[in-house]
């Protein structure tokens, strides 16, 4: 079988289709001697880019459940007495297998932080507050946003926050945030 030359264009007929989305460029200087290219300047092409993403919620899917019956659902060691606000299905302090448990809908401000910039996701609603809300009898708190309150001058800690659910869950970490209370 003859060896085939690779700087050889296809037939006609075993083309693919010219494509007229994406970068469509024409006309890049091209030098005549090849050594000249190790000097040329980057190509940078801007691309939008998306994914189809299918990911398992696994052992923590009851908690979104609850998001979608408007409950916060935490974990507790029996053994330890310990709570997790942010679900965990094997006890830090003891690895022992936790029970769900209904979490209080109000809680307080432990610490909070107002972001000026923020995912794609998020970008849209920048600026907006994630606080750490922390329960009575919760050892651990709970990352969420507060909704309402302008500025972070209009937040306090251990100002009382009161949960809220998107009606139309997406059962996603976002179907739950806080408001004043
Ligand atoms: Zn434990």
């Given at each position: 079988?003859?060896?085939?030359?690779?700087?050889?264009?296809?037939a006609a007929g075993l083309k693919v289709d010219e494509l007229m989305t994406g970068t469509t460029v024409?006309?890049?200087?091209?030098p005549q001697d090849l050594k000249t290219l190790k000097k040329m300047s980057p190509i940078v092409i801007k691309h939008p880019y998306s994914v189809e993403y299918v990911h398992s919620y696994g052992q923590d899917?009851?908690?979104f459940a609850g998001l979608s019956n408007r409950k916060l659902l935490g974990t507790k060691c029996g053994?330890?007495?310990?709570?997790?606000?942010?679900?965990?299905l094997a006890c830090a302090q003891c690895g022992r297998?936790?029970?769900?448990?209904?979490?209080?809908?109000?809680g307080r401000v432990h610490t909070f932080t107002t972001c000026y910039f923020g995912s794609e996701e998020f970008l849209k609603e920048t600026?907006?507050?994630l606080v750490l809300v922390e329960f009575d009898g919760v050892d651990t708190l709970l990352l969420s946003?507060?909704?309402?309150?302008?500025?972070?001058?209009?937040?306090?800690?251990?100002?009382?926050?009161?949960?809220?659910?998107?009606?139309?869950?997406?059962?996603?970490?976002?179907?739950?945030y806080f408001v004043p209370a």
């Open positions: 079988m003859a060896k085939k030359n690779p700087t050889k264009a296809p024409f006309n890049i200087p091209f899917s009851p908690f053994k330890c007495d310990y709570t997790y606000a942010t679900p965990r297998e936790t029970d769900w448990v209904e979490l209080p809908l109000v600026p907006f507050h946003r507060l909704i309402g309150p302008d500025g972070p001058e209009d937040i306090r800690i251990g100002m009382k926050v009161a949960a809220k659910f998107r009606r139309n869950s997406q059962l996603k970490p976002t179907d739950v």
